[in-house]
């Protein structure tokens, strides 16, 4: 049986292969394709948390390989602006650099789940959906563990508040994924509770100057804008009714 990484690995691999070819159905794909046991697997690719709404995207057919930059015993990486989203069996972080590692999840029990009685296919499922929440689950705390860097900054604010602008002021961002069987990609949004969390701990930093109060003004202009396209969309309809 396998164990640690070799299984985080094994994982992601399958569900690369899955996703791509295998007779696994996703949500934005609604024909449902069968496995060879005639059953249809349903795994889901656009996921929403508490703090954002994202979509996971693995590349169909055979894919190049990109070896990317693993440093330790990663099962996956994936970059966010200048820091990177580092994946283990069990955890995640948000890092830039080797002394400023901050934890998005400590304790991932999907690997610990196994059948109760011997069941090859239901194990393997439920590898593919523990590396799918340890992916989903450490974007989704991305938004949280920035606020928290904004408002007890660490060496490097600057990178915090350009991905924390990215975060607020883009419609969606893109995480670049790598993984030691193939690549993927996630692409992010807020949920109103993330955007909640990240405008409040700007507004609540102590610093009001240099990059800080850029940033403060750039997510406030973007924010009065969307009101007021939201305003005239809510509007339109009994404008043209008149």
Not at 125 to 134: E, F, G, P, S
Not at 156 to 175: F, G, K, N, P, Y
Not at 203 to 216: I, K, M, P, T, Y
Request: charged share 20%; glycine share 8%; aromatic share 4%.
């Amino acid at each position: 049986m396998m164990r640690g990484t070799k299984l985080g690995r094994w994982a992601l691999a399958t569900c690369l292969a899955c996703a791509a070819a295998n007779g696994c159905t996703t949500s934005h794909d609604p024909s449902a394709r069968q496995s060879a046991s005639g059953a249809t697997l349903h795994i889901p690719l656009a996921l929403q948390g508490e703090n954002t709404i994202m979509k996971i995207e693995f590349p169909s057919g055979v894919q190049k390989i990109e070896p990317g930059q693993f440093q330790h015993d990663e099962v996956c990486y994936m970059t966010a602006g200048k820091f990177r989203i580092d994946c283990y069996n069990d955890s995640s972080s948000l890092n830039l650099g080797p002394t400023d590692s901050n934890d998005l999840l400590t304790d991932h029990p999907g690997w610990k789940l196994q059948p109760a009685l011997d069941d090859e296919p239901g194990g393997r499922l439920l590898r593919v959906y523990a590396i799918l929440t340890l992916v989903a689950g450490s974007v989704d705390r991305v938004p949280a563990t920035l606020a928290d860097y904004i408002q007890v900054p660490g060496t490097h604010l600057t990178e915090a508040l350009d991905l924390t602008e990215a975060l607020l002021t883009q419609d969606q961002v893109r995480l670049p994924g790598y993984a030691r069987g193939g690549n993927f990609n996630v692409t992010v949004q807020l949920s109103d509770a993330g955007r909640e969390k990240l405008e409040d701990a700007l507004d609540e930093a102590g610093e009001s100057g240099g990059d800080l109060q850029r940033v403060r003004n750039r997510v406030s202009t973007h924010r009065t804008s969307r009101r007021r396209l939201k305003t005239r969309v809510t509007t339109m309809p009994s404008a043209l009714t008149r």
